[in-house]
């Protein structure tokens, strides 16, 4: 006879696991933040910034500004991090040099 399976608790700890990935990707949002000196700013200027980087269409400003990300998170970056007593780094880097949460 097969096991009987607990659906109700499957469920229950795959939501357990998804609050706790998106409670982790909101710390590290705001450890980014704060790393890169954006803190300074005002809530009304950080939101515009993102929001335009969001809304570029450019494939050239993208790269550039993924370039000078990936620089940052390799300590080549702006000195805050190492200001703030941070490593320089806010995602660990795979092989493929892509980040991964």
């Known amino acids: 006879m097969r096991k009987v399976r607990d659906y109700d608790a499957e469920l229950r ?3 357990d ?7 982790r990707k909101v710390q ?3 450890e980014l933040v704060t790393s890169t ?7 009304d200027t950080l939101a515009g910034a993102l929001l335009a980087a ?6 050239n400003e993208k790269e550039a500004w993924r370039s ?6 390799q300590g080549r970056g702006r000195k805050a991090g190492r ?4 490593n320089g780094e806010g995602a660990r880097q795979t ?5 991964q949460a």
């Open 95 to 99: 092989g493929a040099g892509k980040e």
């Open 37 to 43: 000196g954006a803190d300074a700013l005002d809530l």
């Open 83 to 86: 200001r703030t007593g941070g």
């Open 54 to 59: 969001v809304e570029a269409a450019d494939a």
């Open 68 to 73: 000078r990300g990936a620089a940052f998170f």
């Open 28 to 30: 590290q949002l705001g």
């Open 17 to 23: 696991k998804a609050k706790a990935l998106k409670a």
């Open 13 to 15: 700890a795959l939501n």
